[in-house]
């Protein structure tokens, strides 16, 4: 039996898939998880043709719905016991968002778009791992850099003193000003980089920033 437990989502292509090689390369059991089963499949007879397949099992996740988060969270009790890496690769930045069915919703509402309920599903059985550890893979277009709201670039700047009900109050006041047609009066960056920022900074505070992590944000 292998040593270390990991989850790669969105793995059926791309970097995903490559991550989820390299890990099994290195004796690492992992999770390829897809939203789409066939093509999950057809990832994994990839890997098994490179002689991974016993280091390689398949599970379907769509992050965004909680019913195959559950049941990604019972295969790793069942199976495993514990998970040691989780590898957030989805790319669910790129989902077009419905403007109008996000105004209409109701509380913090941008919730469902984040990885947050995700992470919160799966992070028990990464607390049963002697060294866990989520690596989120981002894109440059989160940085604070391109960001002008001063307010936010405040808060998030200040690493150290960063918390969940932080960036929860920037959410908050985010899906606010979206409500109300103010993001470009506020100076809020555009819809999905507005997203994506807040996406990364949820992250944040869940990851391990230190250096051999950051080679996976481009
Ligand atoms: N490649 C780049 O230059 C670049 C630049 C900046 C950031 N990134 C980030 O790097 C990561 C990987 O990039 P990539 O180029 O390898 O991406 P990719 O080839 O577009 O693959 C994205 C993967 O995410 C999956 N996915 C999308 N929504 C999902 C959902 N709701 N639940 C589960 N899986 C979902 C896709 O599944 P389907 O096949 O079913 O669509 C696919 O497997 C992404 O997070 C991306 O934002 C990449």
Request: charged residues 25%; hydrophobic residues 40%; proline residues 2%.
């Amino acid at each position: 039996m292998c040593c270390r437990y990991a989850v790669v989502t969105g793995a059926n292509r791309g970097m995903g898939l490559e991550i989820c090689r390299q890990l099994a390369s290195n004796g690492v059991m992992v999770v390829l998880t897809a939203r789409d089963e066939k093509k999950g499949i057809e990832a994994l007879e990839k890997l098994k043709e490179n002689g991974l397949s016993d280091l390689v099992v398949f599970h379907q996740l769509d992050v965004l719905d909680p019913s195959t988060i559950a049941s990604l969270a019972d295969f790793i009790q069942t199976q495993f016991g514990r998970l040691d890496i989780l590898v957030n690769n989805a790319a669910i930045g790129a989902i077009t968002v419905d403007t109008e069915a996000l105004k209409a919703s109701t509380g913090v509402g941008l919730q469902y778009l984040l990885l947050l309920p995700f992470i919160q599903v799966l992070l028990p059985l990464l607390l049963l791992s002697d060294s866990p550890r989520i690596v989120n893979v981002s894109s440059t277009a989160g940085k604070l850099q391109y960001v002008s709201h001063e307010w936010d670039v405040g808060l998030l700047s200040d690493a150290e003193n960063l918390s969940e009900d932080k960036v929860d109050e920037i959410l908050t006041e985010f899906m606010k000003d979206f409500k109300e047609d103010h993001l470009e009066t506020k100076n809020w960056p555009y819809l999905s980089l507005s997203i994506h920022l807040i996406e990364s900074c949820h992250e944040c505070l869940h990851e391990d920033t230190s250096e051999d992590t950051s080679i996976l944000n481009d």
